[in-house]
């Protein structure tokens, strides 16, 4: 398994070694990878020249040639070797699904800034990007030699991260309430068919898409299920229909409810949320930073069939966490034994 990096630390790692050295982010689709090379690019004055992989040919890199006196030489593209000395970023996106020969074409840019007898300015960033082979996106074998000439970072989703930029960049605040909420969401795994599926990316775009409709009139309960289910994997597009159909947006963290029980919503779907995140948070271990005397009350001042709901199929984990009498307790509650 390989170690991993968010898109804030990549940033950071571009801005310090990209002049010098050629790096390779992999992550699966719809991360936003291109974004934060770009962003990158322009904190440090720098122009971002593109080219994309699976739309050139290898003269495309390395140039065509024409007859300067008794010999040929090979002419770089405009957009690899620009007539000014200025230092800009060369952004090489979807580089993993370029052909083999297009992938050859870079190696002498990757490794030593040359196109053919011409060397990229000084200070001149070179930044690839692509997806993985287990996303099911359009990529190729990264031959050994091309994986000797770059850094590669793996990069991650961080809901934090995407929750800190959503709010700096006016995604809706259902959507912003809604990851947080379930931060799962926020990145699935590519399904085997070709249906949509959550990303930061598709999430960006779905808030897009309901401003449009909300601006020419249209948003009812109706179009929004239309146009979630268009963007993101069906499953977190119903639970955030739903969800924002109940007003998601006046929950609280779920960290509130535990100090404090008595502040769950009295609205069935919006209980029925908060007690489904809680869950999850205990299977998965998540709420160690409570004590067993926080955890022994919270269960205990649960309404039974509330309490019933947050414990089956979890006493293990809540029993881990310390609530071993509020469990016995509510197994008799629930199944009459004595």
């Known amino acids: 398994m390989s170690e991993t990096v968010t898109l804030s630390q990549a940033r950071q790692i571009i801005k310090a070694l990209a002049a010098d050295e050629s790096v390779l982010l992999l992550s699966s689709p719809g ?12 904190d440090a004055g720098l122009e971002c020249r593109s080219l994309l992989g699976t739309q050139i040919a290898p003269e495309d890199v390395s140039g065509v040639p024409k007859i300067d006196g008794d010999r040929s030489v090979f002419c770089p593209p405009r957009i690899l070797l620009p007539e000014s000395d200025e230092p800009f970023c060369l ?10 020969d297009v ?5 002498a840019l990757l490794l030593e800034r040359r196109i053919g007898e011409f060397n990229l ?21 990264i031959s050994s030699a091309l994986v000797n000439r770059v850094l590669i970072l793996h990069v ?4 934090e991260e995407w929750i800190s930029w959503a709010r700096a960049n006016n995604i809706r605040p259902e959507i912003i309430a809604f990851i947080a909420a379930v931060p799962d969401a926020l ?8 249906v ?19 601006k020419a009139g249209l948003i009812t309960d109706e179009v929004r299920r239309a146009l979630a289910y268009g963007k ?13 159909e109940a007003d998601i947006q006046n929950l609280k963290r779920p960290e509130a409810y535990i100090r404090d029980p008595s502040l769950l919503p009295d609205e069935p779907a919006r209980k029925w949320f908060v007690i489904r995140i809680i869950r999850k948070l205990a299977a998965e271990g998540s709420l160690n930073n409570f004590s067993a005397e926080e955890i022994e009350g919270f269960l205990s001042t649960l309404p039974s069939e509330v309490r019933f709901s947050m414990l089956v199929g979890l006493v293990d984990a809540w029993g881990k966490l310390g609530a071993s009498e509020s469990l016995l307790s509510s197994l008799r509650e629930a199944t009459g034994l004595r």
Do not use: H
């Open 31 to 42: 991360l936003g990878k291109s974004d934060i090379v770009r962003s990158a690019a322009a």
């Open 91 to 100: 952004f090489l996106d979807e580089l993993p699904a370029a052909s083999p």
């Open 103 to 107: 992938q050859k074409a870079f190696y």
């Open 121 to 141: 300015p000084k200070g001149t960033w070179v930044v690839a990007a692509g997806n993985r082979a287990e996303d099911r996106a359009l990529v190729r074998t």
């Open 156 to 159: 991650r989703a961080d809901n």
């Open 187 to 194: 990145m699935r795994t590519a399904p085997a068919e070709p």
């Open 196 to 214: 949509p599926f959550s990303t930061p990316r598709a999430w960006a775009s779905l808030s897009v898409s309901l401003d449009l409709a909300e």
């Open 232 to 244: 993101v994997s069906a499953g977190d597009a119903s639970l955030f229909c739903g969800l924002t």
